[in-house]
T-cell receptor, first 113, second 110 residues
Framework: DTEVTQTPKHLVMGMTNKKSLKCEQH?????MYWYKQKAKKPPELMFVYSYEKLSINESVPSRFSPECPNSSLLNLHLHALQPEDSALYLCASSPSLGAGGYTFGSGTRLTVV | AQSVTQPDIHITVSEGASLELRCNYS??????LFWYVQSPGQGLQLLLKYFSGDTLVQGIKGFEAEFKRSQSSFNLRKPSVHWSDAAEYFCAVGEDDMRFGAGTRLTVKP
């Protein structure tokens, strides 16, 4: 298995909703990442996990809450989002920090209404 | 902090013509450099990467890139472009926290 699987592919949520994005990989990678990509912009790093521990938080608002329950799974919990948070959320993994060459999932297209 | 700059927002080439996409990096030491491609509404696919060693790197889909320390560049090349190469191309830099350039949109004319 050489894929990163993200679910759901599309999500529409209201500003008072709580939802979660899921990312899964079975390549034995020990580093996982969340990126946010607005339309016609490059991906922006949000969080980095290494061996299930949060390594980097790029000053992301607390309405985004990451979780790494095991080495194969990465979640992004969403609460009280704003319309400007609408974007493509990309998950990636790599064998370890510094190994380079991330494998990306196809993303979750999030719309906040 | 490491960063990359892609000077060209949009490039149009004819099918069968050669292609060069530019990328300049800013980093004191030898950077980890990457090229990714993204089709509309899709995730990113790694084309090639450079960590050290041979400065000419071969990638997938017939792409190659050359690391030039003297010019702080890592340009992507392909000798003959196919219509299916039309996409957004991102140069990226970083080890623990990869950062992307603004991207270059490639249009291929028939």
């Amino acid at each position: 298995d050489t894929e990163v699987t993200q679910t759901p592919k599309h999500l529409v949520m209201g500003m008072t909703n709580k939802k979660s994005l899921k990312c899964e990989q079975h390549m034995g990678h020990r580093a996982m990442y969340w990126y946010k990509q607005k339309a016609k912009k490059p991906p922006e790093l949000m969080f980095v996990y290494s061996y299930e521990k949060l390594s980097i938080n790029e000053s992301v608002p607390s309405r985004f809450s990451p979780e790494c329950p095991n080495s194969s799974l990465l979640n992004l919990h969403l609460h009280a989002l704003q319309p400007e948070d609408s974007a493509l959320y990309l998950c990636a993994s790599s064998p370890s920090l510094g190994a380079g060459g991330y494998t990306f999932g196809s993303g979750t297209r999030l719309t906040v209404v | 902090a490491q960063s990359v700059t892609q000077p060209d927002i949009h490039i149009t080439v004819s099918e069968g013509a050669s292609l060069e996409l530019r990328c300049n990096y800013s980093y004191g030491a030898t950077p980890y450099l990457f090229w990714y491609v993204q089709s509309p509404g899709q995730g990113l696919q790694l084309l090639l990467k450079y960590f050290s060693g041979d400065t000419l790197v071969q990638g997938i889909k017939g792409f190659e890139a050359e690391f030039k320390r003297s010019q702080s560049s890592f340009n992507l090349r392909k000798p003959s472009v196919h219509w299916s190469d039309a996409a957004e191309y991102f140069c990226a830099v970083g080890e623990d926290d990869m950062r992307f350039g603004a991207g270059t949109r490639l249009t291929v004319k028939p």
